[in-house]
């Protein structure tokens, strides 16, 4: 038998996926070195930035921006 804590945390993780897919977004879960989770949030702090994952979207913004530039 599965713990309830465990169920009612799956089940609330489940409702938060719904809620992010409702609002167009999709959770990502990524495995990165240590290094590069600190320039991450060497980022973070200097540009004030409430956390990483808004990091991470403005590199890809700007990578994206680079290779529209390329074509």
């Given at each position: 038998?599965?713990?309830?804590?465990?169920?009612?945390?799956?089940?609330?993780?489940?409702?938060?996926?719904?809620?992010?897919?409702?609002?167009?977004?999709?959770?990502?879960?990524?495995?990165?070195?240590?290094e590069t989770v600190a320039f991450?949030?060497?980022?973070?702090?200097?540009?004030?930035?409430?956390?990483?994952?808004?990091?991470?979207?403005?590199?890809?913004?700007?990578?994206?921006?680079?290779?529209?530039?390329?074509?």
């Open positions: 038998m599965i713990p309830r804590t465990t169920t009612s945390n799956a089940a609330g993780m489940r409702a938060y996926r719904r809620q992010l897919a409702e609002q167009g977004r999709h959770q990502l879960i990524i495995d990165l070195p240590r991450l949030d060497e980022i973070k702090a200097r540009q004030g930035l409430r956390s990483r994952s808004q990091v991470l979207l403005q590199l890809i913004e700007q990578g994206r921006a680079a290779a529209q530039q390329m074509t």
